[in-house]
């Protein structure tokens, strides 16, 4: 498992996602963030997992710190604006 195959990663937590082990995704996506906290792509698609369990508070956190990380990525900013309106 080299820890920079995001593309391993994603189809591992697609796999889990379609298992319905949504827990399993969420605490791999945070490892792999962990082991490679400027990889604002990993920040994105966690989010959209947070988001889809109803787990505002937890995406509001880590789009704020995306922001830190890449202040130029919109996605951010909706994703945040999304979460605030859903909490």
Not at 9 to 15: D, E, I
Request: net charge negative.
């Amino acid at each position: 498992r080299d820890p920079n195959n995001f593309r391993f990663y994603n189809g591992l937590v697609s796999l889990l996602m379609t298992e319905k082990r949504t827990e399993e995704a969420i605490a791999l996506y945070r490892d792999v963030i962990r082991r490679n906290p400027n990889e604002v792509q990993l920040y994105l698609m966690l989010g959209n997992i947070l988001e889809n369990e109803g787990r505002f508070s937890e995406v509001i956190a880590l789009y704020q710190e995306g922001i830190k990380l890449s202040p130029g990525e919109p996605l951010f900013y909706l994703g945040l604006g999304n979460a605030y309106a859903q909490r």
